[in-house]
Structures are given as structure tokens and as C-alpha cells.
């Protein structure tokens, strides 16, 4: 990963307004991002707000208004979400640029996958936890049990497969999933380097069930013996 970028950090639940507003979403990602950089800054809160500024390269207009947005957004959200972190030169080209609704389902997957990886180079995730951080909920078990028509999409195979492929093709995804439940993920390794990973843990996945197996046996053979 290119350490030069800048990113903005939000809390998942955020992704909840891409769907619905998508350039609300945008703007109010600046301000929150800004913000939570400045918060590891020193000074007054304002200056710190302002220093954010500078150093992620932005420009606000009135910058006490970013300020107060992104602590009203973050006064609404639940103390304890996972974090995901936006790249300042994608954010400006989805905020300037008129994008699809594809576009945006994509951004949103992006995203999920990113928060769900965290700071791991690779993890192990299922469809269903992919599906709820697009919409920016935290687990599945949160959405609610209407929902939207574009959630309902997106629970199809079929359409979370078409964004999965594109996420693969043209976002730095590497996904491998071979005869196991879930899949494994990653953007900083290549596809060989986790296909390697996805075989290593399948191994001693294996190792661990046979393991277990003849633990049981033995007990099982133990209380019979004491049986008799």
C-alpha cells in the first residue's frame, strides 16, 4: 500500500447513508475523517480541526461547521464500530463525479471488505458479513428484518458475485474460495501468496478435526472399559 496516501477514517454505520444519499455521504465523510485526525492532533479543538485540514490537503470554507457536522454524525453512532478508512483522491472522485449505482454498491463493498480486514493483510469472511458492511451495519444478524429493495438485492448470489468479480478485476481484490465455507480475502497479497494461506489453514483445520476425533475416541474407549 502506497503510504503517501491520506485517508479518512469513518465509523461503518456511516455506509448506511451512501445508499441512501450518497452525496450527503461524501460530504459528511470529509468533515468525520478531518475530524478524527484531528483528534490525534494537540492543541484547541479548532485548531486541530484546522491543522487536519492542512495536512490531508482539504479545504473547507467554513471550517467550525465541519467541525460541529462531524460531532453531531458521531454523537448518534454507537461508541464501539469497527473503522474504515477512505483514500482522500477516491473520495474527491466520487464526491466531484457522476457515478452509477453500481459505482456506489462497489465503493460501499469496498469498504465493508476493508473494514472487515481491519489491519490484517488477509482474513477469512463469509458473503453474508461482506453484505451487511456494504450497508454498514456491523454483523448480519443487525440488518433488519425488512429490508430495503436494494439490500434485498444484494443478498442474491448472483448480483454479490457480479460485485465481487468487479471488485477483483478492477480494485486490488484477491478473494479464494476452494471447497470451504467463506472465503479468504485480501488486498495486499497476490493471489498465489493466498491461495498458499487458504491451503495452510485448510491443513491444519484438518489436523485440529483429527486431533479432536481421537481425543473422543479415547474417552469414549476410557468410560467403556470403566463400564465393564
Known sequence: M????????????????????????????????????????????????RDALSFLGITQAKSKNGLSNAKSIL???????????????????????????????????????RSILGTKQYCKTNKALI????????????????LTPIEKKYQIRWHMDKVLI?????????LISNHQRGMYIS????LDELA?????????????QFKEMKRKAIENAKAQLTTH
Open 2 to 49: 502506497d503510504t503517501n496516501k491520506k485517508f479518512l477514517n469513518i465509523p461503518v454505520p456511516m455506509l448506511k447513508e451512501l445508499h441512501t444519499n450518497s452525496k450527503s455521504f461524501f460530504s459528511n465523510t470529509f468533515d468525520v475523517g478531518i475530524y478524527n485526525y484531528s483528534k490525534t492532533l494537540k492543541g484547541s479543538e479548532e485548531k486541530c480541526y
Open 75 to 113: 454523537y448518534k453512532i454507537p461508541s464501539k464500530y469497527p473503522i474504515v478508512g477512505i483514500e482522500k483522491e477516491m473520495l474527491f472522485d466520487y464526491y466531484k463525479n457522476e457515478k452509477s449505482d453500481f459505482d456506489i454498491i462497489c465503493l460501499g463493498t469496498f469498504l465493508g471488505i
Open 131 to 146: 453484505h451487511a458492511r456494504l450497508f454498514g451495519y456491523i454483523t448480519a444478524k443487525e440488518l433488519p428484518a425488512k
Open 166 to 174: 468487479e471488485l477483483q478485476a478492477n480494485w486490488f481484490l484477491k
Open 187 to 190: 488486498f495486499d497479497f497476490s
Open 196 to 208: 498458499l494461506k487458504s491451503e495452510s489453514n485448510k491443513q491444519l483445520s484438518k489436523i485440529k
